[in-house]
């Protein structure tokens, strides 16, 4: 079901409106109250007069991590603290963490956005959704909260954690809908087996997975596994939270990005240069409408491309495919470009092994050395020896022919790979440069 059916089915001519009108009102807005963009747009000689149509959108300049980290804690903020009713933090793994800022109306905005975003993956007003994101500074867990309460649906805020209880509400309260990390469900999926449940016999029809990028493979394990459709989210705290973009339940292909909020842009991470429709490259955010934190140009890292056909489901919003990896979770293994979501992909493909793995890089002389450890079944890794080795040396192969890097394999028991009630650790990096 469209839950605006109103701005989610505009023609492109009156989204291309509605999006300048804001982004040049934003524009003016931050120009006047924020210094931090005042003397950055100087710089660059622009101004907000400037902004004549969407295309001069790239004349702005762009706005970085490492620039929200300078201005920590409140320097990016745009309204006085008296108009700020709640603060978020992204953990960063390196500094200090980035900290936004919403007013009432921001608030009112994220939960229509979000009720959007679970109408659009399966929910609808009597649906109990469980939703396992994190409660806290981490957006994830009152993101969805909120836009769940005003579709009208129930929320269960269970968050994450106590992971047993979880599956006794899931047995008791008969959820529909799941919100969570997919690597988190992979850990309820595997504890609900212990407890002898089966998690296809539960009641959900979707579940909604954001918070980390996962492959197509995934999707297809996760439906097979759990007995849902399986809709990817995206969504960040310096643009928001979740619901910036999800995929329609009835497609499952590309994200919609809801554009009346945020305009989109794909750019090559090495130039700036914004690429030709349909190409790959690194994904751009502009708010237009966010009063306490709008953000013009964030570089998020990620990678992905627009899909320019028109969805089946009937909204007009652009799609981007899933996020196939980040910029910076790129890892260069002698030379060659690899990223985690492609060793998944490999990986989900071969029967015998779990949804749960880790690469480690680290180098020995001038030489990268990229090791994956991977879970087997009980089963499996109580076999002989040699077939176990026959098993790795398979994987390592695929992987081989796949990415053209060589790896080592190590099959590891079940739940050797700690578990995160958040989002996974993937890659582990020893090397030092
Ligand atoms: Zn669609």
């Known amino acids: 079901m469209i839950y605006n059916i109103e701005f989610e089915t505009l023609p492109r001519e009156a989204i291309e409106a509605i999006q300048l009108k804001r982004l040049q009102a934003t524009i003016e807005r931050v120009y006047a109250t924020v210094p931090f963009y005042r003397k950055k747009f100087d710089e660059n000689k622009v101004c907000p007069e400037d902004i004549k149509k969407l295309d001069d959108l790239r004349r702005v300049p762009f706005l970085t991590k490492q620039d929200l980290r300078e201005n920590y804690p409140y320097g990016l903020f745009a309204v006085p603290m008296d108009q700020v009713v ?24 994220w939960a229509e956005l979000m009720a959007r975003a679970l109408s659009a993956g399966g929910a609808s007003r009597g649906d109990i959704i469980h939703n396992a994101y994190g409660y806290g500074l981490f957006t994830g867990g009152l993101g969805v909260h909120y836009g769940a309460e005003n579709l009208g649906a129930s929320v269960i805020p269970v968050s994450g954690g106590n992971t047993q209880k979880q599956i006794t509400i899931m047995k008791d309260f008969k959820p529909t809908i799941l919100t969570a990390t997919p690597s988190y469900t992979l850990h309820l999926a595997d504890v609900a087996g212990e407890m002898g449940i089966d998690f296809k016999k539960l009641d959900f029809r979707s579940g909604i ?20 459709k399986a809709v990817d989210i995206y969504g960040l705290s310096e643009v928001m939270g979740p619901g910036v973009a999800i995929e329609c339940v009835e497609v499952r292909k590309g994200l919609h990005v809801f554009e009346d909020h945020f305009i989109p842009e794909i750019i090559d991470p090495e130039t700036g240069e914004v690429l030709p429709p349909g190409e790959t490259g690194e994904l751009v955010f502009t708010s237009i409408s966010k009063e306490a934190f ?51 992909s490999v990986l989900m493909n071969i029967e015998e092994v779990k949804p749960h793995y880790q690469l480690e890089v680290d180098r020995k002389g001038s030489l990268d050395i990229l090791s994956i450890k991977v879970e087997v079944s009980e089963d499996i890794f109580s076999d002989e020896v040699r077939k176990l080795q026959t098993l790795e040396k398979r994987i390592a192969y695929s992987v081989k022919e796949t990415l053209g890097v060589s790896v080592r394999v190590q099959l590891v028991e079940p739940r050797y790979i700690e578990r995160s009630e958040g989002k996974a650790v993937r890659v582990i990096d020893k090397r030092t440069f």
Not at 92 to 97: A, E
Not at 215 to 224: D, G, I, V
Request: aromatic share 6%; charged share 25%.
């Open 209 to 228: 997975f954001g918070a980390e990028p996962w492959s197509e493979s995934m999707r297809t394990q996760l439906e097979s596994r759990l007995g849902l």
């Open 294 to 344: 709008p953000v013009l140009r964030y570089r998020t890292r990620d990678i992905t491309r627009f899909i320019q056909e028109p969805c089946l489901c009937g909204r007009t919003h652009i799609r981007m495919e899933k996020v196939s990896g980040r910029t910076d979770d790129m890892l260069i293994i002698r030379g060659v470009n690899v990223f985690p979501s492609q060793i998944e």
């Open 86 to 109: 709640r603060i978020h933090a992204s953990s960063g793994t390196t500094g200090k963490p980035t900290v936004v800022g919403y007013t009432k109306r921001d608030i009112s905005t």
